[in-house]
């Protein structure tokens, strides 16, 4: 039962650095979503995708882009890695507009 | 004002206390409601529906107060183990929204 699966669990950039955030899914969900989550605070929605070849933006977008080639797969690209982007991001999947599954979370940290 | 609204608590409770927490909605077209638990550090995990009739599971009841646009969560007899960060999710017009959480300690 693996679910939604993240990689990395961890990483640290620096400053300008770019990296890619794997999610994937195998419960043949539509819906997939990326969250970033502060310290003592609550889910922001970056970006999420209704379906294979499709995106749109959540409420905090700014910084990062997505791409859903697979139906499976929903990956969250940072070009320039900034300090306001340490957080810890999600990703989630459903069936429609339901019940959100969660990964375990990649901890992010740019120096 | 938010769409999602909830008591940041913390609430501290001793074992044994019955407790209930309540969440806040704007949108009078939200269409389906759900309650998250969120342990430390680790990823939001749903907990239980919210249907219109109100339901149960185990020590746990929740409720949807359409008029007042309210969902609430009552946990009865609470275990050490309940404590977590308690999450409401409300559905209206194609959009899921988050309420940001209530803080549960319950110490021996």
């Known amino acids: 039962n693996a679910g939604v699966t993240q990689t990395p669990k961890f990483r640290v950039l620096k400053t300008g650095q770019s990296m890619t955030l794997l999610c994937a899914q195998d419960?043949?969900?539509?819906?997939m979503y990326w969250y970033r989550q502060d310290p003592g605070m609550g889910l922001r929605l970056i970006h999420y995708?209704?379906?294979?070849?499709?995106?749109a933006k959540g409420e905090v977008p700014d910084g990062y882009n997505v791409s859903r080639l697979k139906k499976q797969n929903f990956l969250l690209g940072l070009e320039s890695a900034a300090p306001s982007q340490t957080s810890v991001y999600f990703c989630?999947?459903?069936?429609?507009?339901?019940?959100?599954?969660f990964g375990a979370g990649t901890r992010l940290s740019v120096l | 004002r938010k769409e999602v609204e909830q008591d940041p608590g913390p609430f501290n409770v001793p074992e044994g206390a019955t407790v209930a927490f309540n969440c806040t909605y704007s949108?009078?077209?939200?269409?389906?409601f759900f309650w998250y638990r969120q342990d430390c550090r680790k990823e939001p995990k749903l907990l239980m529906s919210?249907?219109?009739s109100g339901n149960e599971d185990g020590r746990f009841t929740a409720q949807l107060n359409r008029a007042s646009q309210y969902i609430s969560l009552l946990i009865r007899d609470s275990k050490l183990s309940d404590s977590a960060t308690y999450l409401c999710v409300v559905n209206a017009e194609g959009k899921s929204t988050f309420g940001d959480g209530t803080t549960l300690t319950v110490k021996p």
């Open positions: 419960m043949n969900h539509e819906y």
């Open positions: 949108n009078s077209a939200s269409q389906s």
């Open positions: 989630a999947s459903s069936f429609g507009r339901n019940i959100q599954y």
């Open positions: 995708s209704v379906g294979e070849g499709t995106t």
């Open positions: 919210v249907y219109s």
